[in-house]
């Protein structure tokens, strides 16, 4: 089956960085693009970032432009995200996402949970 763990989460103060995994597997992780989508308390699902599945093309949201980084290991059949210059305003479940062809991301992991505070 399809199984997408993340890991990484943590306490981190303003400025901090820290770097989320999510291990993939159950289906051809090379075929696939990813992407990020994170929950702040209270508030909905925001998509934040996706990568091709070559890992040449990525996309981010204007709210992480130039702060987070999007990767990805296909060897180890493993995704990243980098996040550095943290706000506490990025304080969110971040969950990685398998993409079907369409663009629709049709499977989800548990999350991890970043906590940006003092």
């Known amino acids: 089956e399809v199984q997408l763990v993340e890991s990484g989460g943590g306490l981190v103060q303003p400025g901090g960085s820290l770097r989320l995994s999510c291990a993939a597997s159950?289906?051809?992780?090379?075929?696939?693009?990813m992407s990020w989508v994170r929950q702040a308390p209270g508030k909905g699902l925001e998509w934040v970032s996706s990568?091709?599945?070559?890992?040449?093309?990525?996309y981010y949201a204007d709210s992480v432009k130039g702060r987070f980084t999007i990767s990805r290991d296909n060897a180890k059949n493993t995704l990243y995200l980098q996040l550095n210059s943290l706000k506490t305003e990025d304080t969110a479940m971040y969950y990685c996402?398998?993409?079907?062809?369409?663009?629709?991301?049709?499977?989800w992991g548990k999350g991890t949970l970043v906590t940006i505070s003092l």
């Open positions: 159950g289906f051809t992780f090379n075929n696939y693009a």
């Open positions: 990568i091709n599945s070559g890992g040449g093309l990525t």
């Open positions: 996402a398998k993409e079907e062809y369409s663009g629709e991301m049709d499977c």
